[in-house]
């Protein structure tokens, strides 16, 4: 089983930046796929960015294209979204998550939600203007 655990969020202003973690416990994360989806308030989750397990290949949602960046540090079992020049519509709750399905993971999947079946409880990012 593996548990993942999101921490960094908080207020911040507009044009701020914040780096979001995740911790992993239970498997190392060189065996995931991971992404980060994210929902707000009266909207349906959704994708941000996603980083492949083999190759370490990134996906990211256009609307946080060239803002946001996914990494992962595999000594620490950790994977980051640095986010950059932070808008209001950032405001959401961020999840991290953990696709099992590794290289098999067809690309235009990594950024759907139900091919990850490990999910963090999520932490709040609030971006004021």
Not at 5 to 14: D, F, H, P, T
Not at 18 to 34: K, Q
Not at 38 to 58: D, L, S
Request: aromatic letters at 10%; glycine letters at 12%; charged letters at 20%.
């Amino acid at each position: 089983q593996v548990q993942l655990v999101e921490s960094g969020g908080r207020l911040v202003q507009a044009g701020d930046s914040l780096r979001l973690s995740c911790a992993a416990s239970g498997r190392s994360l060189s065996t995931l796929n991971m992404g980060w989806f994210r929902q707000a308030p009266g909207k349906e989750r959704e994708f941000v960015a996603g980083i492949r397990w083999t190759g370490g290949r990134t996906y990211y949602a256009d609307s946080v294209k060239g803002r946001f960046t996914i990494s992962r540090d595999s000594a620490k079992n950790t994977v980051y979204l640095q986010m950059a020049s932070l808008k209001p519509e950032d405001t959401a709750l961020y999840y991290c998550a953990g696709d099992s399905l590794g290289a098999k993971r067809a690309a235009q999947d990594m950024g759907v939600m139900t091919s990850y079946g490990y999910w963090g409880q999520g932490t709040q990012v609030t971006v004021s203007s």
